[in-house]
């Protein structure tokens, strides 16, 4: 079971990350697309992901995403302040070299590197892989919020990091390998955290499940913060109608959970 289900949500990743492909080979990247997608996930989060795992694990989830949470703020602080010193540097003509794949991404106000994102994302996908093997632990009503708020996560996930990848590279050869490597990051959680679960003993295994489950929600949290909202927030403030994309996400997510 668990293996269909890590093929089937690694084909709702792949199709996803298709349509800015074939849109992009056609006629461009829609602007409403990476807003739009951006808010789902906002949707998803806040409205079914958090309120279920600080539900199922009280103050342990909290906690815990929290602990996580903070650790991701502060390495992207770290990055962000050592970034500045090198732009600092080169600009004053100190630094007068560049490395591949440390050029920025095409969103908001274009701060963060295409590999510290990339890396970043991976990151959290591994914690998706682990969350789906975690959620057959989960109580029967846990489990379909966790589940559907996955699937629904993972197409507009993919559609985002897509976007930004192929923004980034240019063109659509150079952004399949990242992208592929992307898609085969969730199967490699589900294998990590099957694993993981061999070394648990049986009546660990919920607490266990709730640590992960925060953990990865904690960094979903952070990713979407540092990676998507604030990075967008400068041309949010020209581009109104990106905004009403993401509002709309954000309420359609909110719908779709609330027939659940």
């Known amino acids: 079971m668990l293996l269909i289900q890590s093929i089937l949500f690694t084909l709702i990743g792949a199709v996803g990350a298709a349509v800015p492909l074939l849109l992009g080979r056609q006629r461009g990247i829609p602007l409403w697309l990476l807003p739009l997608a951006t808010g789902v996930m906002i949707g998803l989060c806040a409205f079914g992901l958090l309120p279920e795992v600080l539900h199922e694990g009280g103050r342990l989830s909290a906690e815990v995403v929290l602990t996580v949470a903070v650790v991701y703020s502060i390495v992207h602080l770290l990055h962000v302040s050592q970034h500045a010193h090198l732009t600092h540097d080169h600009t004053s003509g100190h630094c007068d070299h560049h490395h591949e794949g440390e050029s920025d991404i095409p969103s908001g106000d274009n701060a963060k590197p295409l590999l510290v994102f990339f ?137 779709l959970l609330s027939q659940l």
């Open 119 to 255: 890396c970043s994302i991976l990151l959290h996908s591994l914690f998706d892989g682990a969350l789906l093997v975690i959620s057959n632990n989960l109580v029967s009503t846990a489990f379909v919020t966790v589940i559907f708020s996955l699937a629904i996560h993972k197409l507009f996930e993919a559609m985002s990091v897509s976007s930004i990848v192929l923004g980034r590279r240019g063109n659509v050869n150079q952004a399949l390998p990242l992208i592929g490597l992307y898609l085969l990051s969730f199967p490699c959680g589900v294998v990590v955290a099957t694993v993981l679960k061999l070394f648990v003993r049986e009546e660990l295994l919920h607490p266990f499940a709730l640590v992960v489950m925060a953990a990865a929600i904690g960094n979903l949290v952070s990713c979407l913060l540092y990676d998507f909202v604030l990075p967008s927030l400068r041309r949010f403030r020209q581009a109104r109608v990106e905004l009403a994309w993401l509002a709309f996400g954000i309420a359609a997510a909110a719908a």
